[in-house]
């Protein structure tokens, strides 16, 4: 599936939120804003530290409203060399937006993207994990390579379907399973119970990844800086690293490298 004999793909992303989650739910008391801004100002830190010291790539996926109140932070990001991708303008779903509306927040995010990082992103994953009927063409119509939002396979990407014709977008799939924040993310409206024990979500994490390696395919772990970023979870993560480095012929890549990668294999 991959090119120069790679076995399997990882792919660590970040959704990095921030205050926008909260936001978008028009939760915007201190303590709500609070854990937007402890994902920037200790979350972020210490993954970066975390990627640094395995001299990782992840991919960021970013809203603009995230750029916005954290500028410095993104710079930041962009600067150790991760991808900066599309993740709305304040956290909206597009499920339900007529195509005007749902363009105008793509349009929004690129352009934010694009004066912190200069060049637009490459590509795009929905806050809610779903598209609209219109989403697909709107990837075409602003040249996105990939999307990282929906779940129609566990270890192999593919092309997103657009009214029965495979278009050129790149879906890389996600997983409930493999992301922080059903495993993590307590809260009281909307109620989520979260607080799950990182031994309990190594065992899941490590489990998927042996199946993708397994299977040679590709291993895609959703974060957040405000989630993953405390401390037990963070060694969590660090101890996870260390398991999927310790198998010949891992690479660990961005999402777009994973996109491109599969492609040129595909030719």
Known sequence: ??????????????????????IVHGLTTPAFMSRGAYGANVGVPRILGLLEKYDIPAT??????????????????HAEGHEIAHHGDIHETPTGLVIEAERRILETGMQA?????????????????DLSPNSIRLFREFGLLYDSSVMGDDFRPYLLDDGGKEAEIVELPVSWELDDAPHFLFNFIPYMAGLSAPSKVYETWAAEFDGA??????????????????YHRIRMLDRLIEHIAGHDGVWFATCSEVATDWVSGRK
Not at 118 to 128: D, L
């Open 1 to 22: 599936m991959w090119n120069d004999d790679k076995k399997c793909a990882v792919v660590l992303s970040f959704d990095f939120d921030a205050e926008s989650i909260w």
């Open 213 to 230: 390696y397994e299977c040679g395919g590709v291993f895609t772990l959703t974060m957040h800086p405000q989630i993953i970023g405390r």
């Open 60 to 77: 960021f996926f970013v809203p603009a409203e995230t750029v916005r109140r954290h500028e410095r932070v993104v710079k930041e990001i």
């Open 113 to 129: 993207i694009e004066t912190i990082v200069g060049e637009p992103p490459r590509g795009y994953r929905s806050p809610a994990w």
